[in-house]
């Protein structure tokens, strides 16, 4: 099969550039590999089942023990629920009745049976039993792997790897330890996913659209990924291998040239300042802002506190992320986004439902104004956390005036409560992201309400070109630099220095350093990128 292989190369989409070597980690997707095949030995497949759950129980036990003593007994607790679900006789009468009975292999069993576990909870009235249906999914998926003898999502003895999948979640690759990916090669996906905005922020090569059969592919190949060519390249020959090294020593020492700009100015020659933040998803990215030398952060997204678990973080798990984040970063702003779930960033314990159009359905702050339960609990850990740094808040999907003045309302309330509890608060520098057009559109009404704007263009562009940035077929017609984007990114940075506010950019535009110049001339504020681009957008603006 391997040498099949040799110094093939495969043609993708560039999410970002760069060239990586390594070994091939494929991360296959349990529940899309499951096949039903009718079997004649029912026993052989219940004790295959048996011994998968002991192996699953084993493993676990070690998740606890791990999680114990990195985030403490609550987060931990889940992983007991886990265990004790796995012994549950129901579940698993349900998985041996149907081998038994419909002569079919364990994997499949297992899979019709979680899933028929995961509706019965879902539907529910009791919050707590609709908030299991995720945890059913998990075991099942977990049960699955260690039946079929998957790779699953352990990346704790993992040596440092290339990442090459179908696609991945949001979910997905927030649990990833990201010191051991070199780079990610996906079959499906888009340039505005997820796991470019990861790609980029770490500064690893990424390649999406690679049009590869993942069952041919095995896990420990050797593989170079070419981001510049758009290439992958799979048992690469010697001279593949030396071509290789050569670019990564090259893009080594413009790196070393780059470095020489920390500590710099964000000045051009003529005098013009703007401020360069860093965009990031978790407490554990705070290694790369500081690394990268940015002023602040300008979106710290919320969301990845809710993704990659079973059941909505707690007021304090929240508080004690936030307040790590504005005491590491001394004084710097944080900025920090209210939770952005649903569209392409779904949870299964918020029980959102399938809509017909995600990216304009039940998301962001629609979903705090309907369950302002889950809202005040994340603005109460906010406003905690504003005592120990400079912290401001941006609420995510505005599209009027009626909305921003709902949430001054829900936040006297949560303020009313923090004063009679006698818990220490503050109430932060708030704002808006603009994302949609009619938020441009009353943008001079916005302004008199709020503290500052941050214009979020992956989702503005989306919604003006009426094309889903998720949708590969459509690439060819989604154009970032259109001339009505940049106009309405204009009329949004003059319409909030009328009212004397600021405005920045927090969208993956902002790193484009093809508009940087048109953006400090349009009196843009701040530039928030991923912290891979920093530099690269200072040496730009420094250069005009």
């Known amino acids: 099969m391997i040498e099949k292989f040799s110094g093939k190369k495969f043609s993708g989409k560039t999410v970002y550039s760069g060239t990586a070597m390594g070994k091939v980690m494929v991360l296959h997707n349990s529940q899309a590999q499951v096949r039903r095949t009718k079997i004649e030995d029912t026993e052989h497949e219940v004790e295959r089942v048996q011994l998968a759950i002991n192996e699953t129980i084993s493993q676990l036990a070690g998740l606890y023990e791990k999680a114990l003593k990195e985030v403490g007994e609550s987060s931990a607790a889940i992983f007991e629920v886990h265990q004790m679900m796995l012994e549950d006789d129901d579940y698993l009468d349900a998985i041996y009745h149907m081998i038994r009975t419909e002569t079919v292999n364990a994997e499949y069993a297992v899979a019709m049976t979680g899933d028929n576990f995961a509706e019965m909870f879902a539907g529910m009235d009791d919050e707590y039993m609709r908030a299991r249906a995720a945890d059913v999914k998990d075991i099942s998926a977990r049960l699955i792997r260690n039946l079929s003898g998957q790779e699953g999502m352990d990346?704790?003895?993992?040596?440092?790897?290339?990442?090459?999948?179908?696609?991945?979640?949001?979910?997905?690759?927030?649990?990833?330890?990201?010191?051991?990916?070199?780079?990610?090669?996906?079959?499906?996906?888009?340039?505005?996913?997820?796991?470019?905005?990861?790609?980029?922020?770490?500064?690893?090569?990424?390649?999406?659209?690679?049009?590869?059969?993942?069952?041919?592919?095995?896990?420990?190949m050797n593989v170079i990924v070419d981001g510049a060519a758009g290439e992958v390249i799979f048992e690469p020959t010697e001279s593949q291998c030396s071509e290789a090294e050569k670019k990564i020593e090259e893009e080594k020492e413009k790196l070393r040239l780059l470095q020489e700009l920390k500590g710099k100015e964000n000045e051009t020659s003529d005098g013009r300042k703007i401020n360069i933040y860093a965009n990031i998803g978790s407490v554990a990215d705070l290694g790369y802002v500081l690394e990268n030398d940015a002023g602040g952060i300008g979106l710290f997204r919320s969301e990845f506190l809710y993704l990659g678990r079973e059941d909505f973080p707690t007021e304090e798990e929240q508080f004690q992320a936030y307040k790590q984040v504005v005491q590491t970063m001394a004084g710097k702003k944080v900025i920090i986004r209210t939770l952005d779930i649903g569209a392409d960033k779904q949870v299964d314990y918020f029980n959102l439902g399938k809509e017909d159009n995600p990216a304009l359905g039940y998301r962001a702050i629609r979903i705090c104004l309907k369950q302002p339960d889950i809202?005040?609990?994340?603005l109460r850990a906010l406003f905690r956390a504003a005592?120990?740094?400079?912290?401001?808040?941006?609420?995510?999907?505005?599209?009027?005036?009626?909305?921003?003045?709902?949430?001054?309302?829900?936040?006297?309330?949560?303020?009313?409560?923090?004063?009679?509890?006698?818990?220490?608060?503050n109430i932060p520098e708030q704002g808006i992201m603009?994302?949609?057009?009619?938020?441009?559109?009353?943008?001079?009404?916005?302004?008199?309400?709020?503290?500052?704007?941050?214009?979020g263009t992956n989702d503005l562009t989306q919604y003006t070109l009426a094309i889903d940035r998720q949708n590969q077929k459509l690439e060819d017609f989604y154009n970032p630099h259109h001339k009505a984007l940049l106009r309405m990114i204009r009329i949004v940075v003059e319409n909030a220095h009328k009212c004397g506010k600021w405005a920045g950019i927090c969208g993956e535009l902002g790193a484009d350093t093809e508009l940087t110049e048109e953006f400090v001339n349009m009196g843009v504020d701040e530039l928030s990128v991923a912290p891979s681009m920093i530099l690269k957008v200072r040496e730009k603006v420094r250069a005009m």
């Open 155 to 220: 990346f704790d003895s993992m040596e440092p790897s290339v990442i090459v999948a179908d696609d991945l979640s949001p979910s997905e690759t927030v649990q990833m330890d990201k010191d051991k990916i070199l780079a990610f090669v996906t079959v499906h996906g888009s340039t505005n996913s997820h796991t470019a905005i990861l790609a980029r922020m770490m500064s690893i090569p990424a390649l999406i659209g690679v049009s590869m059969d993942l069952n041919e592919i095995q896990t420990g």
């Open 375 to 378: 809202f005040k609990t994340q």
């Open 387 to 425: 005592v120990y740094g400079n912290i401001s808040i941006m609420y995510p999907m505005i599209i009027s005036v009626e909305e921003v003045k709902k949430i001054y309302d829900i936040v006297g309330e949560v303020e009313d409560e923090l004063k009679k509890e006698e818990i220490p608060y």
């Open 434 to 455: 603009i994302e949609t057009p009619a938020a441009v559109m009353i943008s001079d009404e916005l302004a008199e309400l709020v503290d500052f704007f941050s214009i």
